[in-house]
Nanobody, 116 residues
């Protein structure tokens, strides 16, 4: 599985961005999908995850109520809608695919910068 993320950019505080991550292959629906991020000078942080069917979602407390993760299995794509962005959301965002207890695949990052 190859993961290609896009949609990052520069936005002002309070703005919105929508990240997309397209997966190759025909097994997309067999993977739980998620997003992680890494801010400059900091370690990686879990952001959100969605189950294989899309019926269950999980969020870090820091983004709950502002971010929404979703997936379209027909398009092999997972999305992260980010609203009410804050400067502390500035980071490189990675999409990941997980089938078992550990992450199987990482995509390349897409950069999000929130200006104050």
């Amino acid at each position: 599985v190859q993961l290609q993320a896009c949609g990052g950019g520069l936005v002002q505080t309070g703005g919105s961005l929508r990240l997309s991550c397209a997966a190759s292959g025909r097994t997309f629906s067999s993977y739980a999908m998620g997003w992680f991020r890494q801010a400059p000078g900091k370690g990686g942080e879990f952001v959100a995850a969605v189950s294989r069917s899309g019926s269950s979602t999980y969020y870090a407390d820091s983004v709950k109520g502002r971010f929404t993760i979703s997936r379209d299995n027909a398009k092999n794509t997972v999305y992260l809608q980010m609203n009410s962005l804050k400067p502390e959301d500035t980071a490189l965002y990675y999409c990941v695919a997980r089938r078992g207890n550990q992450i199987d695949y990482w995509g390349q990052g897409t950069e999000v910068t929130v200006s104050s």
